[in-house]
C-alpha cells in the first residue's frame, strides 16, 4: 500500500491542525496505521496508532488527551486530529501501515513521505 500524507502548515501555539494519510494501492482496511514524527536533531518517534477496524487506538503519553486518531476505510484515509498544539509537537509527521499492530513497538512496513507542522509559540 503507498501512503501520502498531507494537512501540516503553520499554527499558533493552542491552536488546532488535521493530518490526514491517504492510502492507494493495497487493501486499506487490513493494515493498522500509526502516526509517527520526528523534529530536527532528534529521533522519531511514535504518536498514536489504530486498529485496522478503527476499534482501538493507542497514544504516546505526550499527546494523550490532545491527539485523536480515526480512520474511514470506505475512503481509505487515516486521520490525526491535533488540539492544544504545543510548539514541542513541532515536527515532520509520517503516516504508517503495519499488518502486525498499532503500538510503537510493532513493524510497519509501509510509509507516507511525511508533512510539516510548526508550531508558533
Known amino acids: 500500500v503507498q501512503l501520502q500524507a498531507s494537512g501540516g502548515g503553520l499554527v499558533q501555539a493552542g491552536g488546532s491542525l488535521r493530518l490526514s494519510c491517504a492510502a492507494s494501492?493495497?487493501?486499506?482496511?487490513?493494515?493498522?496505521m500509526g502516526w509517527f514524527r520526528q523534529a530536527p536533531g532528534k529521533e522519531r518517534e511514535f504518536v498514536g496508532g489504530?486498529?485496522?477496524?478503527?476499534?482501538?487506538?493507542y497514544y504516546a503519553d505526550s499527546v494523550k488527551g490532545r491527539f485523536t486518531i480515526s480512520r474511514d476505510n470506505a475512503k481509505k484515509t487515516v486521520y490525526l486530529q491535533m488540539n492544544s498544539l504545543k510548539p514541542e509537537d513541532a515536527a515532520v509527521y509520517y503516516c504508517?501501515?503495519?499488518?502486525?499492530?498499532?503500538?510503537?513497538?510493532?513493524?510497519?512496513?509501509?510509509w507516507g513521505q511525511g508533512t510539516q507542522v510548526t508550531v508558533s509559540s
Open positions: 504508517a501501515a503495519s499488518r502486525s499492530g498499532y503500538g510503537p513497538n510493532w513493524r510497519y512496513d509501509n
Open positions: 489504530i486498529s485496522w477496524s478503527g476499534d482501538s487506538t
Open positions: 494501492g493495497g487493501t486499506f482496511r487490513s493494515y493498522n
